[in-house]
């Protein structure tokens, strides 16, 4: 007779798996994804650590879905403002871009850790991906800011995928666990107002728009 699972054992394994979805996510905001071992998340899940290739046959396969819930939530965020029917095209840009370094400000080595930490090859693939999400965001955005006269973009896909990357690249440094070393020992560094004034401005210059008053 076939062995059948049945719905109670599916419906453990399933909360199985999103505790340890949980709790891999947590490991990688707390050290990034070089703490995100098998060995060290099995054992904050409480199970031994072949129990977790049941659910993901490789570190880079749960690496990989962490990235991509954690991705997924700052996307959906983005998403909420730049799409919105709050403001202009140029306001929702300038609060999208200030929103996204505040929320990356707030969880600094998650926000490394998916920005620039070097990852595996499947982890890699998802910031493609995610990438390529925040830029479709901005084309649509850039794309209605031309048709309102608000923008001078002549590719709004090709400037949208510039943003993307300058929003990244400038998020690098700061974040970075040196810069952050030196903030905490109170030498000189840059703070998240001057970050995220220079981010909004940059961007709305770059599509030719005026900075909106506040």
Do not use: N
Request: proline share 5%.
């Amino acid at each position: 007779m076939a062995y059948r699972t049945t719905p109670a054992r599916m419906d453990r394994d399933l909360k199985l798996r999103e505790r340890i979805l949980g709790c891999a996510l947590k490991r990688v905001a707390d050290g990034g994804f070089s703490s995100l071992t098998m060995v060290a998340l099995a054992d904050d899940v409480g199970i031994a650590t072949g129990s977790l290739y049941r659910h993901f046959h490789s570190k880079g396969e749960l690496a990989a879905e962490v990235f991509a819930t954690a991705s997924g939530r700052e996307v959906d965020a983005l998403r909420v403002v730049l799409r919105g029917s709050e403001g202009s095209p140029a306001e929702r840009l300038s609060r999208g871009v200030r929103q996204f370094a505040a929320r990356a400000w707030s969880s600094r080595s998650l926000a490394f850790a998916l920005i620039a930490e070097p990852v595996e090859p499947e982890v890699d693939e998802q910031r493609l991906f995610y990438r390529e999400a925040y830029g479709e965001l901005f084309c649509d955005l850039l794309v209605e800011g031309v048709a309102l006269g608000e923008f001078q973009v002549g590719q709004p896909r090709v400037v949208a995928a510039c943003l993307v990357g300058a929003i990244a690249e400038s998020l690098v440094g700061p974040l970075s666990p040196p810069a952050w070393a030196a903030r905490e020992a109170g030498r000189p560094s840059v703070e998240l107002a001057a970050v995220s004034d220079a981010l909004a401005t940059f961007c709305l210059r770059a599509v030719g728009a005026k900075e909106p008053h506040p």
